[in-house]
């Protein structure tokens, strides 16, 4: 069964950090790129951070970076997200998704990910 799992969310103050983590099935692990998304309310879902399967290719959205940091652990079928300097504006629905094999690059729009989690909320807090 194909499936992502998110945890790790939570209510932080600002200038805090959390670690997100998500757990695939290998079906779903051997994409080739995984990624984060998220979603605040009242806005569209946007792109976080991105990683290559064999890690060494990194991406991040200008909002992130430098703060935020996307790993994965191909052992455990896992990525993770480390967040540190956390601000209000990083409130949001996080999601864990895999890229379609339709598209050979990295991709930062929805559209390209057919394999969601169902997402984990993290609140920060001034």
């Known amino acids: 069964q194909v499936q992502l799992v998110e945890s790790g969310g939570g209510l932080v103050q600002a200038g805090g950090s959390l670690r997100l983590s998500c757990a695939a099935s290998?079906?779903?692990?051997?994409?080739?790129?995984m990624a984060w998304f998220r979603q605040a309310p009242g806005k569209e879902r946007e792109f976080v951070a991105a990683?290559?399967?064999?890690?060494?290719?990194?991406y991040y959205a200008d909002s992130v970076r430098g703060r935020f940091t996307i790993s994965r652990d191909n052992a455990k079928s896992t990525v993770f997200l480390q967040m540190n300097s956390l601000k209000p504006e990083d409130t949001a629905v996080y999601f864990c998704?895999?890229?379609?094999?339709?598209?050979?690059?990295?991709?930062?729009?929805?559209?390209?990910?057919?394999?969601w989690g169902q997402g984990t909320q993290v609140t920060v807090s001034s």
């Open positions: 998704a895999a890229q379609s094999p339709k598209y050979s690059g990295i991709e930062y729009r929805t559209r390209a990910y057919d394999l």
């Open positions: 290998e079906r779903t692990f051997s994409r080739d790129i």
């Open positions: 990683i290559k399967w064999s890690g060494s290719s990194l």
